[in-house]
């Protein structure tokens, strides 16, 4: 029996600037933060590299030993959602609703752990009182249409985890928007007046709406005290979300708000930004339309360590379907194959040396990339193993233990990706996107024949759409029927339809 060493978990700290070694405040349990969504669209790949990246670590501190209280907020108020919302005519209630939901079904596809969640509409009155003691000890000022502002002069760490010099700011110059210029050292919006026709809240300092900022450093100090262990999100957030709830929070304090500041750094798509002007912006959403598969693009986002730019390929997707399908075949293979009581001892030792460096690449940073460079070796070795008859029942039993200890980290061992996709096919199908649905999961997917009463419901529809000239809604119609199999014919003498 080899002794194994255990190395403690080591993570980089934006803070420090250095790779540390992992500790709690107390008590072995950690409390941890991560900056959820801004509920106001689709989740992008991007996002969920991050979710990715900190489901891997909130599993890895699971499985080191650690206790842990994990909180992710949801922003459900913010401008984009304010404006979004006004000119579809709902409330920000209605109007986020829908992608919280989309945000959590999204998460599940993944695999993604749900974290304990709190909204920021929930926890207004709380921010408000907030700005209020900010106001009173100095570092908040009301400005004359109600909103209120932190005054970054008086917080003299300002800067101090983007590592910015903000020596010659200009003392009281002011920025009321949530997202602004990377380098500008402004007063930042704590609470924002509303201006007409905008939603708002009746508070203790006023009516209006938080700023994004103070909606963070409220609820996780609410949910996890004034200093806690980790915070986390991607690394776009460092600057000015970050560093604005480390000012607010530590100001009011007095006291280190997080100890570890993980981020993760940003995916590109075939070498590039993502963007809409580009064509290559993708929601997993739209990915799984393009016939990829969840566990696919769950283990092409954990493949490259977090603070490593991931470029996301259409190449690297089709390598990871085949990379998880090689694991669950050997999954397969031990679990079905005939194996002799008696086997050679190797079969056990290969699975503790691969359990080594599985933990040992994880403690090292949470490098995923040796973890599963770790994991394939194993496959390898052993397959060949098996081959000459070498390996007995113990040692199947040690290297199935050895995939679940992978896999409670990657997630992608159960084969439960076609029920995945059909709920994002039917999603697709009753948002009238059917058009988006590849040929090959059309074929998987929607063999059911539409009844002859729901075709001519859609053809009246279409005819409707027509004659209002909405020929996007006619379109998409049509699109539908042609995602089930039904052929639409516009001709002089009207609409016809035929089963293809
Ligand atoms: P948002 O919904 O915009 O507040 O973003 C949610 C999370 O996704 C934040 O932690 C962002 O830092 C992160 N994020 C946004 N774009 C990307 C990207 N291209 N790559 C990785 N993470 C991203
Ligand atoms: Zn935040």
Redesign the pocket.
């Known amino acids: 029996m080899k002794v194994l060493f255990r190395m403690p978990l080591r993570l980089y700290n934006t803070m420090s600037g250095k790779v540390e070694e992992f500790q709690t405040i107390a008590d072995n349990e950690v409390r941890m933060y991560?900056?959820?969504?801004?509920?106001?669209d689709y989740?992008?790949?991007?996002?969920?590299?991050?979710?990715v990246a900190?489901d891997i670590l909130q599993r890895y501190l699971r499985q080191s030993g650690f206790r842990l209280r994990y909180v992710m907020n949801i922003?459900d108020v913010d401008d984009k959602i304010i404006r979004n919302s006004a000119s579809a005519g709902v409330s920000v209630k209605q109007y986020t609703v829908k992608f919280e939901k989309a945000f959590l079904e999204d998460s599940a596809t993944l695999n993604i752990e749900q974290p304990i969640l709190v909204r920021a509409t929930e926890h207004i009155e709380e921010m408000a009182q907030f700005i209020a003691k900010l106001e009173k000890a100095g570092y908040a000022y009301r400005a004359e249409d109600g909103s209120y502002y932190f005054r970054i002069a008086k917080f003299p760490g300002y800067g101090k985890l983007s590592k910015k010099d903000f020596a010659g700011m200009e003392d009281g110059a002011r920025v009321d928007v949530d997202e602004y210029e990377k380098d500008s050292a402004r007063d930042f919006a704590l609470w924002k007046a509303p201006k007409p026709g905008e939603a708002s809240w009746d508070t203790s300092i006023g009516p209006g709406r938080p700023g994004w900022h103070i909606e963070c450093s409220v609820m996780s100090m609410a949910e996890l005290g004034e200093s806690f262990d980790l915070h986390?999100?991607?690394?776009?957030?460092i600057f000015p979300h970050h560093e604005n709830e480390i000012a607010q929070s530590e100001s009011l304090t007095g006291k280190p708000f997080a100890h570890f500041w993980f981020?993760?750094?940003?995916?590109?798509v075939e070498g590039e930004?993502?963007s809409k002007s580009l064509g290559n912006f993708f929601t997993l959403r739209d990915l799984v339309l393009k016939g990829h598969k969840p566990s696919s693009i769950r283990f092409l986002l954990a493949s490259v360590p977090y603070r490593h730019q991931?470029n996301f390929t259409v190449d690297g997707l089709k390598q990871a379907a085949v990379s998880v399908e090689r694991l669950r075949n050997f999954q397969q293979r031990l679990l079905n194959g005939q194996f002799p009581a008696d086997g050679s001892q190797a079969g056990i030792d290969l699975a503790q040396e691969t359990s080594q460096r599985l933990r040992a690449g994880m403690d090292d940073d949470l490098n995923t990339a040796q973890a599963q460079a770790a994991i394939f070796d194993m496959v390898r070795k052993a397959n060949v193993a098996i081959d000459a008859g070498q390996l007995g029942k113990n040692d199947a039993t040690a290297l199935l233990a050895v995939l679940d200890q992978f896999d409670s980290l990657f997630a992608v061992l159960k084969d439960d990706d076609a029920p995945k996709i059909k709920c994002i096919v039917e999603w697709a199908q009753a948002e009238g996107r059917a058009g988006e649905i590849s040929k090959e999961l059309l074929e998987a997917f929607s063999s059911q024949p539409a009844s002859d009463g729901d075709i001519q419901e859609k053809i009246a529809a279409i005819e409707a759409a027509r004659r209002g000239r909405d020929f996007k809604t006619s379109d998409a119609i049509r699109a539908e029927l042609a995602a089930v199999g039904i052929a639409v014919e516009i001709t002089k003498d009207g609409v016809r339809w035929k089963r293809k």
């Open positions: 991560a900056c959820g969504p801004t509920v106001y989740g992008h790949i991007g996002n969920f590299r991050t979710f900190v922003t986390a999100g991607g690394e776009d957030l981020h993760s750094r940003f995916l590109l930004k993502m991931l």
